[in-house]
């Protein structure tokens, strides 16, 4: 059962339907393999009394030859920061360590429409604040790359939505969903050796999912290949009154041909010349010129292009990020819910010392830093400007798709650090490292997914990013599919 576990979500579906296994024997299975890769640190909640019910209930439909989709009967995890019905959603924090929302979010009910088992909620950086998954109050989450077993030493897995990828790349369930605001699905994704895929902005609903900035976060999915990615997006994609952000065209499923059907010729690939970062590895670099030699061979028609104000897109992102920050996180006031201090000598005691006891310094921080930027003496200096350089970001993807088609971009600037070299540098240090690649794409709100390449001198995961314009997602996934195809990228060692 551990190798349909190893394998893809089709190969699992055809298994289930032809009888060949049950759901429950492999939601089972799922559940065996987590609890015995609990070093790993990628859950937080091992949801087996929900899951079980879940897979029970495949069970019955797959008896009568009536499952709800491909994915009934699919083990998948998601993130600890979208609300689960009577399940704990803590986003890895003091502030909602007990809490249990009571009601679910948008993405984890239609999961459950298409009859996916929970396996479990996922580990995280606190609030989503992070590029490493590595100040949980749970602990960090280790790589399972470049693990060696007794060692204290390991890898990052990147973050903040490192606990799903590792859920994924370890083969506990088939595919998570994480949250994506500057990077944190395509980061662990390419330091996990994962497809991982941010959505147009309002392509999948955020109800439900607890905001860190409310104008760039994007459900994204973590799966080991493409076509589980489509597979998982045809089931969460498309309009939620609940969410106002939601787009209201409606969503066509995306039906990808097998790979010797795909092909790149005049396909036009944009290489942007700025995310040739100084600090960009050699490995990553070569990686990159690899494939964009490789994409031009079988036809495309590769160019180099121009997004100028890439630069200040990290300085914007960090203005806007914390701003909004200092906005969602007024609500943990220590009266309606989360952490309450004792301290009830007055009610501004009370937020002060509930904030204080339920943040760590990082969230704390990005709330003051946020509260600085929005009085009204800064406010024109720090949020406004900010905003106009935004809009300069949006405008230069905008300009370029006259030119090319999609782009083609390192995903990180190096494979995954050290956990002992990581936490050297301050929070904003490493987003601002770590989210260089990725982070432009969100300011702008465009689709782009993360694939595995190959493998660094080091056994560890080296990946590329693909970028298309809004609602583009057909032919980004279709040309991630078709590198993988080419690549042939070995998920488990």
């Avoid at 920061?81 to 679910?104: D, G, H, Q, R, W």
């Avoid at 007794?150 to 369930?173: D, K, L, N, R, T």
């Avoid at 309009?239 to 995306?254: A, C, R």
């Avoid at 002060?352 to 003051?368: M, P, Q």
Wanted: aromatic share 8%.
């Amino acid at each position: 059962m551990e190798k349909v576990l190893h394998s893809n979500i089709r190969t699992a579906a055809r298994l289930l339907l032809e009888k060949h296994i049950k759901s429950t024997d492999l939601l089972k299975t799922s559940f065996i393999k987590a609890k015995n890769l609990k070093k790993y640190n990628a859950f937080i909640t091992l949801t087996e009394n929900e899951g079980t019910s879940q897979a029970e209930n495949s069970l019955q439909r797959f008896q009568l030859d009536k499952p709800k989709s491909e994915l009934d009967g699919i083990p998948i995890a998601i993130k600890d920061n979208f609300c689960t019905n009577n399940i704990k959603t803590t986003c890895a924090s003091k502030m909602l360590e007990n809490f249990v929302p009571a009601y679910n979010a948008t993405v984890y009910e239609r999961l459950q429409d298409s009859g996916a088992c929970l396996v479990g909620k996922t580990n995280l950086d606190q609030f989503a604040m992070g590029a490493g998954t590595v100040d949980s109050i749970y602990g960090p989450t280790k790589n399972i790359w470049g693990y060696k077993e007794g060692s204290e030493e390991f890898y990052i897995s990147g973050g903040s939505s490192g606990g799903s990828a590792i859920a994924v790349s370890s083969g506990a369930c088939f595919g998570a969903i994480g949250s994506d605001t500057g990077g944190s699905t395509r980061n662990p994704a390419s330091y996990c050796g994962l497809v991982g895929l941010k959505p147009t902005y309002g392509l999948v609903s955020r109800h439900g999912l607890i905001p860190l900035v409310n104008s760039m976060d994007v459900p994204g999915i973590l799966t080991r290949t493409v076509d589980d990615c489509v597979s998982i997006l045809n089931a969460v994609a498309g309009f939620d009154e609940k969410d106002s952000t939601s787009l209201t065209k409606p969503y066509n499923k995306i039906r990808l041909p097998p790979f010797n059907k795909l092909g790149v010729q005049g396909l036009r690939v944009g290489i942007p010349i700025e995310y040739h970062s100084e600090f960009l590895r050699d490995e990553v670099y070569d990686t990159w010129n690899e494939i964009a030699n490789i994409l031009e061979k079988y036809g495309a028609k590769i160019k180099q292009v121009s997004l100028r104000h890439t630069e200040f897109s990290i300085v914007c992102y960090s203005i806007l990020n914390q701003c909004e920050v200092a906005s969602n996180m007024a609500r943990y006031d220590g009266i309606e819910f989360g952490l309450r201090a004792d301290n009830h000598s007055s009610t501004e005691k009370l937020f002060a010392t509930s904030r204080s006891l339920g943040f760590n310094e990082v969230v704390r921080n990005r709330i003051l830093t946020g509260n600085y930027f929005l009085l009204t003496r800064n406010y024109e200096k720090y949020f406004n400007q900010a905003l106009k350089v935004r809009r300069l970001i949006s405008n230069d993807f905008d300009n370029v798709w006259e030119d090319v088609q999609v782009l083609l971009t390192p995903t990180t600037l190096s494979t995954a650090p050290l956990y002992k070299e990581f936490i050297q540098k301050t929070n904003r240090d490493q987003c601002a490292l770590q989210d260089y690649c990725t982070q432009p794409a969100n300011m702008a709100g465009i689709p782009a997914v993360s694939i595995p390449i190959k493998l660094s001198k080091n056994g560890l995961p080296l990946s590329l990013q693909v970028m298309g314009k809004n609602l583009s997602e057909p032919m980004i996934l279709a040309l991630a599919k078709f590198i993988e195809g080419i690549v042939e990228f070995k998920h488990f060692t």
